[in-house]
């Protein structure tokens, strides 16, 4: 079925304590039924790597326990049985329970999406994690519509840039904090409203943007540390979801307002779900975005592009919140 029998993968030496990461050969998996083959181009590199190294976000069944990554773009190369709208040589890019820092993957066919015209597939490696979070989050279950105001904080981030994005392209107004001003400048660069220095004062500032109504839909990338601000700038009917939570796990709810707001407030996480909920997710992003990124209207939004050698400097970027945008590592 495939043509190498053998392919290079970085590989977790330990699980659970973060230890060192190999380049390794290891065998190279074969498509199952409805499943595509593909030849990676670059694979993403995402927080959620740094937690499964911890041992605190394990890769889901029937996925590489010790390969990481959750995404990729590449070339169909071999096809399992019954897999019918790919063909061996298109251009996809998809999300991964794991598996992804390798030559080679293998998703179902019903995950994936073209790579967008006029796009190689060496760029559309840092689309799918952070810009299916965004339009899962924000729109498919918080329901952004134009003319709504978006907060999204942690706007600096792969997810953040995605989102304020995505709230463009479909009319929002977007509010976007972050601790570092660099990070602000460059979020305008790419659209953003407003931008809000994360101190202790961004919930006044936000209030002051809103004439005091506040905003419509919260994407949260912080967690903790903002959830009493949060509360503060949340406009009445509206929702609040939760996607990250580096700065912390737990803070205090005031019940009684969010009853009189009658706020929604959410958490998501993407990995876990089960496969029809990923296909019904996929197909709504191909079809309502995936034209955005043809017009260049979205496009994504890349930091640093690694040799798969240099993993673990990926890693401590990452961890150093250093980046802006997309961290890759690149295959061929």
């Known amino acids: 079925m495939t043509q190498h029998a053998s392919m290079r993968a970085v590989v977790m030496e330990s699980l659970g304590d973060y230890g060192p990461l190999a380049l390794q050969e290891v065998p190279t998996p074969i498509p199952g039924d409805g499943e595509v083959l593909a030849r990676v181009c670059t694979s993403g590199v995402n927080r959620a790597d740094l937690l499964q190294r911890h041992g605190k976000h394990p890769a889901p069944a029937g996925w590489p326990k010790d ?157 903790g540390p903002y959830l009493e601000g949060n509360q503060r700038v949340v406009a009445r009917r509206g929702r609040h979801i939760v996607v990250g939570v580096p700065g912390g796990t737990s803070g205090q709810i005031d019940l009684r307002a969010m009853m009189l707001r009658r706020v929604t407030m959410k958490g998501t996480v993407l990995r876990a779900r089960p496969l029809d909920e990923k296909v019904v997710l996929t197909r709504a992003f191909e079809e309502r975005l995936l034209p955005f990124f043809s017009s260049g209207e979205l496009k994504p939004v890349i930091d640093r592009v690694f040799p798969p050698e240099d993993v673990e400097l990926a890693h401590e970027v990452m961890a150093s919140n250093e980046n802006f945008g997309k961290l890759l590592l690149h295959w061929e």
């Open 67 to 223: 390969i990481l990554g959750l995404e990729f773009s590449g070339v169909v190369e071999a096809l399992g049985p019954d897999t019918s709208r790919w063909r061996v040589g298109d251009r996809v890019m998809g999300l991964l329970g794991g598996g992804g820092y390798a030559e080679y993957v293998t998703a179902h066919g019903s995950t994936l999406v073209p790579v967008p015209e006029g796009m190689t597939e060496h760029d559309a490696g840092a689309i799918p994690e952070v810009f299916l979070t965004a339009f899962d989050a924000a729109v498919m279950q918080m329901g952004l519509d134009a003319g709504e105001v978006l907060l999204i904080h942690a706007v600096g981030s792969g997810v953040g840039t995605s989102a304020l994005q995505i709230g463009k392209a479909l009319g929002a107004v977007t509010i976007g904090t972050s601790r570092t001003p660099e990070k602000l400048e460059t979020a305008k660069a790419l659209g953003l409203d407003h931008a809000v220095l994360g101190d202790e004062e961004w919930p006044e500032r936000v209030l002051e943007l809103t004439d005091g109504r506040g905003v419509d839909v919260i994407l949260d990338l912080v967690g």
